[in-house]
Nanobody, 114 residues
């Protein structure tokens, strides 16, 4: 069982930055894939980025490519999402996810004002 706790959300203005963190309750096994998703009001959950825990290979949604960076610190069992040049359309609840197992955090709210 993996428990995930997100933090770092908040209210910022367009163009500013935030860094989200997702702390795992246990050591993440090397075969895991960690992802960030987001859900805006009235919309479905949307893939943002993923990273393979062992090799740190990353993939991004087109909407965040070149602005967001996913990373991990395997000594701290923590996943990060550095978000730069934020836009109002980035406003959403951001969730981290661990697979296999389909573990989810509770989410952290990011609000970007114009």
């Amino acid at each position: 069982q993996v428990q995930l706790v997100e933090s770092g959300g908040g209210l910022v203005q367009a163009g500013e930055s935030l860094r989200l963190a997702c702390a795992a309750s246990v050591r993440i096994p090397s075969g895991y894939i960690m992802r960030w998703f987001r859900q805006a009001p009235g919309k479905g959950r949307e893939f943002v980025a993923r990273i393979t825990w062992s090799t740190a290979i990353t993939t991004y949604a087109d909407s965040v490519k070149a602005r967001f960076t996913i990373s991990r610190d395997n000594t701290k069992n923590t996943l990060y999402l550095q978000m730069n040049s934020l836009k109002p359309e980035d406003t959403a609840v951001y969730y981290c996810n661990a697979d296999p197992g389909g573990f989810w955090g509770q989410g952290t709210q990011v609000t970007v004002s114009s």
